[in-house]
């Protein structure tokens, strides 16, 4: 539990580096290597240590030197059930092993995946190209075992809807299976641009046409790779929307202006100000609030380079303070807006609604998910007790409480928020924020539920 007494802006620097999205992938393409690969400035959050431990389990040898990853992947070899049920808890990411595995050893293994706090998560599109690459996809109680007796060959697919997590297994397995894949409707967020360029330096060969087409030419082996991700832009709209929500100013190092165009617009718009440091070591953006009422916006969150569904919790918050009212459609997720629940408890004004609000219908119309939200502000947010339903709403929860007037109790926040935020409570220090640990709470909460 941390304690957070409110009210205070933030104000200082805090520094991003390599994005949680595409270090976690990263780390899993090593596996497709016969030499050693080398990963720089990796965050040290709970998804790097949950896909070390698997990379370890499956015979690769994992060493971090200060923020600097080194994957000897030359003994890959078999993983027990429960090893891997061990160290993959209920993270999604043993789904994304399935394409390395099956090339490299002839067998992966997905542990049950349950659901989690935003939606089904289904990861029906992941096996069903699994099968067309010839995977043989077998359910059993304890998980869900894959073999490839006959090797894996290019596909032609088009996914339902552009996910990223798909789109990156038809990557991972088309690089060194026979022949040519062809994926349509592909996710292009800058996380998988940046695997792309992990790939390539390994060997693959990998062509993204217009209109969402990625053509991969299967290679016969790939090398290793040295590479340094691109900065989290997810925690950068964090800590801006922090800076706003709370009247404050913050510069994040690190963070870069063309991976967060849409969201640079979206901070403008509501009144934030910010300003871009683009020099190559030591920039960043500054955000700031400049004075003045902030204004309403309606908004929808979509597939790149529409407003990442990640953003939208901290906007949220920071809208509970812009004069008038604000729309937020959420159309990837159906259900990534439960969190406001909590904000209401805090004296924001935001209601919920099935309807496809403020653009145009989405997959979720009609079918019954409050996936729009409206807030009308600005609101004096109050302190609470919050409960921290998963890693994006968590941080936008304790955005409000550092927003609000009193002393609010946040619970959740080791099983949550280190996954995706490193260092936060030394950052938040950092910024002035007066948050405490009561000493006997200073013990691991369990591990995470969800990706
Ligand atoms: C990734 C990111 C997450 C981000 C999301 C969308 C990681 C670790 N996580 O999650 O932070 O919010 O992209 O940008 O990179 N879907 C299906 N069937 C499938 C797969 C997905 O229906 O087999 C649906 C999902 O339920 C969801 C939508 O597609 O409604 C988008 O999901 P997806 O893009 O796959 O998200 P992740 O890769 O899990």
Redesign the pocket.
Known sequence: MLMIHGGTPLEGEVTVRGA??LV?KAMVAALLGNSPSVLRGVPAIRDVEVVTGLLRVHGVDVDLDGDTLYMDPTSVGQAGVDEINVHAGTS?IPILFCGPLLHRLGHAFIPDLGGCNI????????LEALRQFGAVVDKTPEGTHLSAPDGLHGIRYELD?P????TEQVLLTAVTAEGTTELRNA?I?P?IMDLICVLQKMGAIIKVHTNRVIEVVGVGALGGYSHRPLPDRIEAASWASAALATGGNVFVRGSNQADMMTFLNVFRSIGGAYDVDDDPLEGGIRFWHPGGPLKPVALETD?HPGL???WQQPIVVALTQADGLSIMHET???NRLGYTSELRQMGAGIELYSDCLGGAPCRWGRRNFLHSAVIAGPTKLHAAELRIPDLRAGFSHLIAALAAEGTSRVYGVDRYITRGYENFEDKLRGLGAKIERPALERTREPTPAD?
């Open positions: 949680k999205n976690s999604r939606g089904g998560r289904p990861i029906d599109f992941h809807f996910s990223v997590g798909a996710a967020e996380e597939v990442m569904t990640d990837v997720y159906e990706a």
